[in-house]
C-alpha cells in the first residue's frame, strides 16, 4: 500500500471511530435525559428508547475495545497502521487506550456479557445464574413471591439503564473522544 493511500484509509477508520465514539457519547445524554423524565414521548415508548440506547451503548463500547485485529477498535487501527508511521507514532495513544481498559475492565466483562434483562439470555450457557443483584432479587421475591435469580457474580447481572450511567466506563466516554481526537491531530501534523 503506498503512504498516500495508508492515509487515506487511516483517516476513513478513524473517523469511523470517531463516529462512533461521538454516537455513544450523544446516546448516553439521551439516555440520561430519559432516566430524568427529560423526553416526554410516553411510559412505553420509553421504555424502548432506553433499551435500544442501552443496547447502543454496551454493544459498540465493547467492540471498540475489542482486540480483534480484522476489525476497526480502538486497538486495531494502531496495529494495523504501526508501519506507516513513526516508530512511537502510537505510544501516547495506546497508553491512554490500554490504562482505559485496565480500569474499566470490570465495566467492560460485565458489559461483554451484555446482560441486560431483555437480552440476557440470548448469549447465556446452561450453566449461568443470570439476574438481579441478591438485594433486587430478595425484594422481587417479596413482591411476586417467586424466586428470581441472584447473579452468580457481578458480571451476571442484569443492566438496568441506571446502571449503565453509573458505570466507570461511562464517565471515561469524553477520553476516549479526547484519544481519537489527538490521534486525528497527530496523523494531520504527521501529513
Known amino acids: ?26 446516546a ?14 410516553g411510559e412505553r415508548n420509553t ?5 435500544s440506547l442501552c443496547h447502543y451503548i454496551i454493544n459498540n463500547l465493547v467492540s471498540l475495545f475489542d482486540r480483534n485485529k480484522k476489525r476497526n477498535t480502538l ?12 516508530k512511537n507514532f502510537f505510544s501516547e495513544y495506546l497508553s491512554i487506550i490500554e490504562k482505559l481498559r485496565t480500569e474499566l475492565s470490570n465495566d467492560l ?11 440476557a439470555h440470548l448469549g447465556a450457557s446452561d450453566k449461568e445464574k443470570l439476574g438481579w443483584n441478591p438485594q433486587i432479587a430478595q425484594k422481587l421475591e417479596e413482591w411476586f413471591g417467586q424466586e428470581s435469580s441472584a447473579a452468580k457474580t ?14 466507570k466506563i461511562i464517565h471515561n466516554v469524553p477520553k476516549i473522544c479526547a484519544a481519537l481526537v489527538d490521534l486525528q491531530m497527530m496523523e494531520m501534523a504527521y501529513d
Open 1 to 26: 500500500m503506498t503512504k498516500k493511500k495508508a492515509s487515506e484509509v487511516f483517516v476513513q477508520r478513524l473517523a469511523a471511530l470517531e463516529y462512533i465514539a461521538n454516537n455513544i457519547r450523544d
Open 28 to 41: 448516553l445524554a439521551l439516555l440520561k435525559r430519559s432516566v430524568e423524565g427529560k423526553l416526554p414521548i
Open 47 to 51: 421504555k424502548i428508547l432506553r433499551l
Open 75 to 86: 486497538f486495531s487501527i494502531a496495529e494495523n497502521f504501526k508501519g506507516e508511521f513513526p
Open 109 to 119: 466483562g460485565r458489559m461483554r456479557k451484555n446482560r441486560n434483562l431483555s437480552s
Open 154 to 167: 457481578k458480571e451476571l447481572e442484569f443492566i438496568t439503564p441506571i446502571n449503565v450511567l453509573e458505570m
